[in-house]
């Protein structure tokens, strides 16, 4: 995730169907999201008893606001594209999967007719400050994890997520 982040180029995410765990920490590593009608998220770590750690709660600060972050973090429910388009999360909502690829294509085209300096320019000002407090943010997950992950917590919550209980 840190490689499409690091991207000089912008990177724009089409999504559709489920987004869930690491495709989460996929999408918040792009430059621009964009969602089909259909489309569903969850921050499901924590249900599974794990802090995610692959960049969603590294970089989810800057997209969508604390207060959100925090209830749907905690919680681990799912949300709809609607919902993620009022937080934020994504730009763009289209009515089904090939809008979305073409609403996807035109955007990249629209930023493909302008200066490519410039807009590397413009990249890597912004990202300056989201990536400083993503690298920090990473560091402190991994060091969580590597003490926490191997507990009884998460054997339980494996388990009834296999047997399909709470």
Do not use: Y
């Amino acid at each position: 995730h840190d490689a499409v982040a690091r991207c000089t180029k912008p990177v724009i995410a089409a999504i559709g169907g489920w987004c869930i765990g690491g495709a989460i920490d996929l999408i918040t590593a792009c430059d621009i999201r964009l969602a089909s009608r259909d489309a569903q998220f969850s921050l499901r770590e924590t249900r599974l008893a794990m802090v995610a750690d692959v960049g969603t709660l590294a970089r989810l600060p800057g997209i969508i606001n604390e207060g959100a972050l925090r209830e749907l973090a905690f919680s681990g429910d799912d949300f709809d594209a609607a919902r993620a388009l009022q937080l934020g999360l994504v730009s763009q909502v289209t009515a089904d999967q090939p809008a979305l690829f073409a609403a996807a294509r035109a955007l990249a085209t629209r930023i493909a007719k302008n200066s490519p300096h410039t807009v590397q320019g413009v990249k890597e000002v912004l990202n300056t400050q989201r990536e400083k407090r993503a690298r920090e943010s990473l560091e402190t997950v991994a060091l969580w994890n590597a003490a926490f992950l191997p507990s009884a917590d998460l054997l339980e919550a494996m388990g009834a997520f296999m047997e399909k209980r709470e």
